[in-house]
Structures are given as structure tokens and as C-alpha cells.
């Protein structure tokens, strides 16, 4: 039985479906013995993020690109902090990169204890800020970089601290919300929804009061829907 994705941000079911495209237009390759795929939604929206609608000169077509280089290095280690600790628990996994983030699911193997389960979890997010440290040491120790390598790396720093601290988020399906829910334990599903929606709520209502931006309201309020759906489903159980 195939055991539910570790999400870097936002899970299948919480975006609009995008239609399918033929295998030749993604991206395949294998990383430690490990299928990755990257489908197109995943470049559009990473250029979407960067300000594609603004990039009008060369050189900031060029930095547009520079951000998505940084992006996809930063959401693959991301990915493969999961997948890395689930192979190390005897797991299959995969990684599939998509709109607005990625995943990665394992299947196979013995049972996980919650202990197990914490630790690919919380390996995301954990080797995802060590890169932006990383990357932050980087500019700051190392002379002679060029204006364009430094926009690299401080983008890289950027993307990585920014997603993983946003991932931490207590509100399912990010890993913030499985991390809560493997603590609380299945018996209390009931509670880590709630808190999902509580969170979510107050998220959106400080977005909108401070305005800053449509993006992080829109899938907070998508996200407390889908955690508001699954909590009437259980609550008829």
C-alpha cells in the first residue's frame, strides 16, 4: 500500500488539476538510485514566482533564470532529505516535482514507527536550511564572486530558509502538519485538523490585514478547505 507524500508545500488535491502531459515534455532522471521527475507546471510556476511578467531586459531574464536554478536546487534537496531518510527506513521512493513545490512518496518496506515517520518528515526542511546557511556563508566568506554568482547564491539562501520555514507551518499537508500529526498520533486526527484550520484561518486574515500578497491567503485558504472537508468526513465516520 502506497503510504501517503511527504509535501514540500502544497499537496495534489489542494491546487487546481493541471492536465496531463506526455512523458517526453518532463524532465527524468535518477539521483542516488532515486527516480525524479519535473513536470512543466513546475518551471511555470517557479517563473511565475521569480517575476517572469516583469523581466523585460537581459539582465533580468538572466537573474529570472539564475532564481529558477536556485528554486530547483533547493526544492530537490528539499525532496531528497525525504526520500534519502525513507530509503534509509527500507522505503521505494520517488520524487516528482510540480506546481508550486513537489513531493516525495514512498511505498514498501515494514511498518514506520512515529519516530520514523518524524525524522523523514522533519529531513526536508532540516537539510533544505542547512543549504541556505550554506549559501549564506558562501557570500558572506567568499571574495571575488561575481555580481550574478552572488544573486545566485543569495537567491539560493533565500528560496531555502523562506520554503522551509514556510513548510514548518503547522496546517496539513506541509510538513509542519505532518510533523504535528505524527506527535498528536492518529488517534488524534480530529485535533490536528482543527488545528490545521485554526492556523490556516489566521494566516489568511494576517495576510490580507498586512497585505502582503495573494499567494501564501489563496493556498492557506485552500488548504483550510481541504482540512475542513477532511474533518467532516471523519467526523461521519
Not at 517557479?46 to 516583469?54: K, N, P, Q, S
Not at 505524527?182 to 490536528?192: D, E, F, M, N, S
Request: glycine fraction near 8%; charge should be positive; proline fraction near 6%.
Amino acid at each position: 500500500m502506497r503510504e501517503p507524500p511527504i509535501f514540500v508545500c502544497i499537496h495534489p488535491n489542494c491546487v487546481p488539476r493541471f492536465p496531463e502531459l506526455p512523458h517526453a515534455q518532463m524532465i527524468q532522471f535518477s539521483l542516488f538510485n532515486i527516480p525524479v521527475r519535473v513536470l512543466p507546471w513546475f518551471w511555470l510556476t517557479l517563473a511565475f514566482i521569480g517575476g517572469v511578467l516583469r523581466a523585460d531586459t537581459r539582465s533580468e531574464i538572466f537573474e529570472l533564470l539564475l532564481f529558477m536554478l536556485a528554486g530547483f536546487i533547493s526544492i530537490l534537496v528539499h525532496e531528497l532529505g525525504h526520500a534519502l531518510t525513507a530509503k534509509h527506513f527500507g522505503k521505494r521512493v520517488e520524487i516528482v516535482l510540480q506546481a508550486f513545490g513537489g513531493y516525495a512518496a514512498y511505498s514498501g518496506g515494514g511498518r514506520l514507527s512515529r519516530f520514523q515517520s518524524f525524522l523523514i518528515i522533519a529531513a526536508g526542511p532540516a537539510i533544505q536550511i542547512l543549504l541556505g546557511v550554506a549559501a549564506l556563508i558562501l557570500v558572506i566568506q567568499v571574495e571575488g564572486l561575481s555580481p550574478y554568482g552572488k544573486y545566485f547564491f543569495v537567491k539560493l539562501c533565500q528560496v531555502s530558509i523562506i520554503w522551509a520555514v514556510l513548510n514548518l507551518i503547522p496546517v496539513l499537508p506541509m510538513d509542519g502538519g505532518r510533523i504535528l500529526e505524527t506527535l498528536l498520533g492518529p488517534q488524534r486526527l480530529r485535533l490536528t485538523l482543527q488545528i490545521s484550520i485554526a492556523v490556516a484561518v489566521i494566516i489568511v486574515i494576517l495576510s490580507l490585514v498586512y497585505n502582503i500578497g495573494m499567494l501564501l491567503p489563496i493556498f492557506m485558504g485552500l488548504m483550510a478547505y481541504e482540512n475542513y472537508k477532511s474533518l467532516k468526513s471523519i467526523s461521519w465516520m
